[in-house]
């Protein structure tokens, strides 16, 4: 066992190990008995590619080179394709048009530019493509509708490939702000989805629609929902025609039906069965059309698996190692497929055998396989906040077979803050974590107020205190840690992403706990951000913060940008170039203010990134940047050879 400084173990796990070797798994689906998902690969400059198994059992790409998976609806995109008896159709990144690919042929346009499309839904004939579009061909705000494309007769080569083909839609509803979930009964006779308007996120309210098809659109529509203080997500339809949903009306997203003109409850637990609607066409749950239902249910952030009788309203759970799932369906009748990953296992594309619970990796997200004597497995941590209430983080020591600390010495910690902010962090294996406790720093990855996995009551904690819940939990976390000593608070950073940028920018302009904060294209100016974000956002803050203008007051109260009088630590900014959720200019005042202030900071840019970086080169430098970054305010030099980074003053 070698003695060394915390923060200066030498580490197996490079920055370009997490970059190059990791793939994205999301959209899982099954069509025909066959799975099929999508790959996001950092290597290939973030592309998405379509993938499914093929008769050997190997993973076999379908995506051509020269094509991009991906949609733009909401900027944060969701389900990019569908697949048909004969045919795939995708939308494509770089013009957001959706191409209709056949067996050996070359992908060809259905759609003009100047839309996006996204949560796909075939009707069982294969003749129409149901589809969430986002019209940006006017002025304003683009308009979000539930669309329909006829592609009963499509080409089958390539000679049109520069104009469409199906047109861009026939639109069946467009009496919302936002549409999502279109989805088709077996019978082909009905359709349900969920809508919503601003100033409402998805998880803050959203109605259930269903509808008679008709050759002519939409007849007899019909809401299920009020659409106040109830968040409806994931409809589907079960084999006998009945329509399930989830709704946290109880507090928890619990699972329901709409039967002969009639709702009841299928599943009561306290705990999450579904999750925020970041992206489109999210699946937490499928029916096994006898009756039962394969839900993911979450519980203080932990995911798990289980049966649910929809009947008796029991649910039997599956015994497994995983506390992260995501993207469950249906394979055969006796399995499962999902998104999985464990504690000590990153997130793989899984088979789950129903009755006997053992499972198979289908495709692994990752090649690098860490020893377990360098993996820190998360702690669950409860600790008290403001108000006399209690707050949630997964708390990972510094872990290392081969390294020790001098006798005495506490290590550093990093405070983690997800983004969102209604999101949470899950205590699933990340590389990204094992990055630092692998070189002797503690990590602390906090679901502060207003995060999810605990209940509409606790996601509602941020109403109204954005700024001021999250930032106080951030901090009573440190002084709980320091309390018990566990770690240094004389080396105390933080790092957060978008609304985890803002709480960063926040914690360093209103405490003094932190000496250092990594902040990636994070808010510092929140009226900007209200004036300048994408549509899915545009009202966010309302409830965040408060309606503009009349509460300008305390968004000038909680900006970073607005209190630079106590901003003394250190900080490091990333940002993307072609932001559209949080915009450059944003990164750039905070830095420039601070720089004039005399404080210590620094600042990557990213042509070509938006919000998040997808390419392999950009993620290795921001975490090796990062880690300089720290070694220079800590007074430590991490081992290796780094890029260095200079700290403007």
């Given at each position: 066992?070698?003695?060394?400084?915390?923060?200066?173990?030498?580490?197996?796990?490079?920055?370009?190990?997490l970059?190059?070797?990791a793939?994205?798994?999301?959209?899982?689906?099954?069509?025909?008995?066959?799975?099929y998902?999508?790959?996001?690969?950092?290597?290939?400059?973030?592309?998405?590619?379509?993938?499914?198994?093929?008769?050997?059992?190997?993973?076999?790409?379908?995506?051509?080179a020269?094509?991009n998976?991906?949609?733009?609806?909401?900027?944060?995109?969701?389900?990019?394709?569908?697949?048909g008896?004969?045919?795939?159709?995708?939308s494509?990144f770089?013009?957001?048009?959706?191409?209709?690919?056949?067996?050996?042929?070359?992908?060809?346009?259905?759609?003009?530019?100047?839309?996006?499309?996204?949560?796909?839904?075939?009707?069982?004939?294969?003749?129409?493509?149901?589809?969430?579009?986002?019209?940006?061909?006017?002025?304003?705000?683009?308009?979000n509708?539930?669309?329909?494309?006829?592609i009963?007769?499509?080409?089958?080569?390539d000679?049109?490939?520069?104009?469409?083909?199906?047109?861009?839609?026939?639109?069946?509803?467009?009496?919302?702000?936002?549409?999502?979930?279109?989805?088709?009964?077996?019978?082909?006779?009905?359709?349900?989805?969920?809508?919503?308007?601003?100033?409402?996120?998805?998880?803050?309210?959203?109605?259930l629609?269903?509808?008679?098809l008709t050759?002519?659109?939409?007849?007899?529509?019909t809401?299920?929902?009020?659409?106040?203080r109830?968040?409806?997500?994931?409809?589907?339809?079960?084999s006998?025609?009945?329509?399930?949903?989830?709704?946290?009306r109880?507090?928890?997203?619990?699972?329901y039906r709409?039967?002969?003109?009639?709702?009841?409850?299928?599943?009561?637990?306290?705990?999450?069965?579904?999750?925020?609607?970041?992206?489109?066409?999210?699946?937490?749950?499928?029916?096994?059309?006898?009756?039962?239902?394969?839900?993911?249910y979450?519980?203080?952030?932990?995911?798990?698996?289980?049966?649910?009788?929809?009947?008796?309203?029991?649910?039997?759970?599956?015994?497994?190692?995983?506390?992260?799932?995501?993207?469950?369906?249906?394979?055969?009748?006796?399995?499962?497929i999902?998104?999985?990953a464990?504690?000590?296992?990153?997130?793989?594309?899984?088979?789950?055998d129903?009755?006997?619970?053992?499972?198979r990796?289908?495709?692994?997200?990752?090649?690098i396989?860490?020893?377990?004597?360098?993996?820190?497995?998360?702690?669950?941590?409860?600790?008290?906040?403001?108000?006399?209430?209690?707050a949630?983080?997964?708390?990972?020591?510094?872990?290392?077979?081969e390294?020790?600390?001098?006798?005495?010495?506490?290590?550093p910690?990093?405070?983690?803050v997800?983004?969102?902010?209604?999101?949470?962090?899950?205590?699933?294996?990340?590389?990204?974590?094992?990055?630092?406790?692998?070189?002797?720093f503690?990590?602390l990855?906090?679901?502060?107020g207003?995060?999810?996995?605990?209940?509409r009551?606790y996601?509602?904690?941020?109403?109204?205190?954005?700024?001021?819940?999250?930032?106080?939990?951030v901090?009573?976390?440190?002084?709980?840690?320091?309390?018990?000593?566990?770690v240094?608070?004389?080396?105390a950073?933080?790092?957060?992403?978008?609304?985890?940028?803002?709480?960063?920018?926040?914690?360093?302009?209103f405490?003094?706990?932190?000496?250092?904060?990594?902040?990636?294209?994070?808010?510092?100016?929140?009226?900007?951000?209200?004036?300048?974000?994408?549509?899915?956002?545009?009202?966010?803050?309302?409830?965040?913060?408060a309606?503009?203008?009349?509460?300008?007051?305390?968004?000038?109260?909680?900006?970073?940008?607005?209190?630079?009088?106590?901003?003394?630590?250190?900080?490091?900014?990333?940002?993307?170039?072609?932001?559209?959720?949080?915009?450059?200019?944003?990164?750039?005042?905070?830095?420039?203010?601070?720089?004039?202030?005399?404080?210590?900071?620094?600042?990557?840019?990213?042509?070509?990134?938006?919000?998040?970086?997808?390419?392999a080169?950009?993620?290795?430098?921001?975490?090796?940047?990062?880690?300089?970054?720290?070694?220079q305010?800590?007074?430590?030099t991490?081992?290796?050879a780094?890029?260095?980074?200079?700290?403007?003053?």
């Amino acid at each position: 066992m070698q003695q060394a400084p915390y923060g200066t173990w030498h580490s197996p796990l490079a920055a370009a190990d997490l970059a190059r070797s990791a793939i994205a798994l999301n959209y899982v689906q099954v069509a025909g008995g066959q799975p099929y998902w999508i790959e996001g690969r950092p290597a290939e400059g973030g592309r998405n590619v379509l993938m499914t198994m093929g008769a050997d059992g190997a993973a076999q790409e379908l995506t051509p080179a020269g094509f991009n998976a991906r949609t733009r609806v909401h900027e944060y995109g969701g389900t990019p394709y569908a697949v048909g008896r004969n045919a795939i159709y995708f939308s494509n990144f770089a013009d957001q048009r959706v191409y209709v690919q056949r067996a050996g042929g070359a992908p060809v346009p259905l759609t003009p530019e100047g839309y996006r499309y996204a949560d796909y839904e075939l009707d069982k004939a294969g003749e129409r493509l149901f589809c969430v579009r986002e019209d940006h061909t006017g002025s304003g705000e683009p308009k979000n509708t539930l669309v329909v494309l006829d592609i009963a007769v499509v080409p089958t080569g390539d000679s049109l490939a520069n104009r469409s083909v199906a047109g861009p839609g026939t639109v069946l509803f467009a009496k919302s702000d936002f549409v999502a979930y279109p989805r088709v009964s077996p019978d082909g006779r009905r359709i349900a989805w969920i809508a919503w308007n601003h100033p409402d996120l998805p998880w803050d309210a959203t109605t259930l629609y269903v509808a008679n098809l008709t050759s002519h659109g939409l007849s007899g529509i019909t809401a299920l929902s009020s659409g106040s203080r109830e968040s409806v997500l994931e409809p589907r339809w079960d084999s006998d025609g009945t329509l399930y949903f989830v709704s946290d009306r109880s507090n928890w997203w619990n699972l329901y039906r709409y039967k002969n003109n009639h709702i009841d409850t299928a599943l009561a637990i306290e705990a999450d069965l579904s999750s925020p609607l970041w992206t489109l066409g999210q699946s937490s749950y499928t029916l096994t059309g006898e009756g039962r239902a394969v839900v993911r249910y979450t519980v203080a952030a932990r995911d798990k698996l289980g049966l649910a009788d929809l009947a008796s309203g029991g649910l039997a759970p599956i015994d497994l190692p995983f506390v992260g799932l995501s993207n469950v369906q249906l394979l055969s009748a006796t399995t499962a497929i999902a998104i999985a990953a464990s504690a000590i296992e990153e997130s793989a594309l899984v088979s789950i055998d129903l009755g006997t619970g053992q499972y198979r990796v289908l495709r692994s997200s990752g090649a690098i396989k860490l020893d377990k004597g360098l993996i820190s497995v998360a702690e669950a941590v409860e600790f008290p906040t403001s108000g006399g209430q209690t707050a949630h983080a997964f708390y990972y020591p510094p872990t290392h077979s081969e390294f020790t600390a001098p006798a005495g010495e506490k290590p550093p910690l990093i405070v983690k803050v997800h983004g969102g902010p209604t999101s949470h962090s899950k205590p699933e294996l990340a590389l990204a974590t094992q990055y630092w406790t692998s070189r002797g720093f503690a990590l602390l990855d906090v679901n502060h107020g207003g995060s999810s996995g605990f209940g509409r009551a606790y996601r509602e904690r941020l109403n109204g205190k954005w700024g001021i819940v999250d930032v106080g939990d951030v901090v009573a976390a440190v002084r709980y840690l320091v309390a018990t000593g566990r770690v240094d608070g004389r080396r105390a950073a933080i790092r957060g992403g978008s609304a985890g940028g803002f709480t960063v920018l926040a914690a360093l302009a209103f405490h003094d706990v932190f000496r250092a904060g990594a902040n990636y294209y994070g808010v510092s100016d929140l009226e900007a951000l209200a004036r300048d974000t994408h549509k899915f956002e545009a009202r966010y803050l309302d409830r965040l913060v408060a309606p503009l203008p009349e509460g300008r007051e305390i968004y000038e109260a909680r900006a970073p940008i607005r209190h630079l009088e106590r901003f003394n630590a250190a900080l490091i900014t990333f940002q993307g170039a072609d932001d559209k959720v949080v915009p450059p200019e944003q990164s750039r005042a905070i830095v420039a203010a601070l720089k004039a202030k005399g404080v210590p900071v620094a600042y990557v840019e990213f042509e070509g990134e938006q919000h998040g970086f997808r390419r392999a080169e950009n993620i290795v430098r921001s975490l090796e940047s990062e880690l300089v970054f720290y070694g220079q305010v800590f007074g430590f030099t991490p081992h290796g050879a780094l890029p260095p980074v200079t700290l403007l003053t």
